[in-house]
């Protein structure tokens, strides 16, 4: 976690991940064969969705329906992060996931 943070920091991470991710993600959401909601009513286990508030890259809508898909969907919204709340906001995306796993 902490090697993720030193390379979110990193100069021109951000822009990098930001032009890969939306060669895969158009005005409409995910392309092609990276859409997956069809099979999240498969899982059977408790499945945590975090995403973060200011996510430029995929709506939060997004986030809203993959949950409804889950039988035991849980979703955490951090504020003041973007597409990478694991790199941006470590600590809030740490204790979120602790409180998930220890549930």
């Given at each position: 976690m902490a090697e993720q943070a030193?390379?979110?920091?990193?100069?021109?991470f951000m822009?990098?991940?930001?032009?890969?991710?939306?060669?895969?993600?158009?005005?409409?959401?995910?392309k092609g064969s990276e859409i997956l909601l069809d099979?999240?009513?498969?899982l059977e286990m408790p499945t945590l969705v975090?995403?973060?508030a200011l996510?430029?890259?995929?709506p939060l809508r997004h986030a809203h329906d993959a949950v409804?898909?889950?039988?035991?969907?849980?979703?955490?919204i951090l504020p003041?992060?973007?597409h990478l709340p694991h790199v941006e906001c470590p600590g809030r995306f740490a204790e979120v996931l602790?409180?998930?796993?220890d549930g």
């Open positions: 030193r390379l979110g920091l990193s100069n021109g822009e990098t991940t930001l032009a890969a991710l939306r060669s895969h993600i158009g005005p409409a959401g995910q099979e999240l009513p498969r975090v995403w973060g996510d430029k890259v995929v409804a898909r889950l039988r035991h969907g849980n979703l955490e003041g992060c973007g602790n409180r998930f796993l």
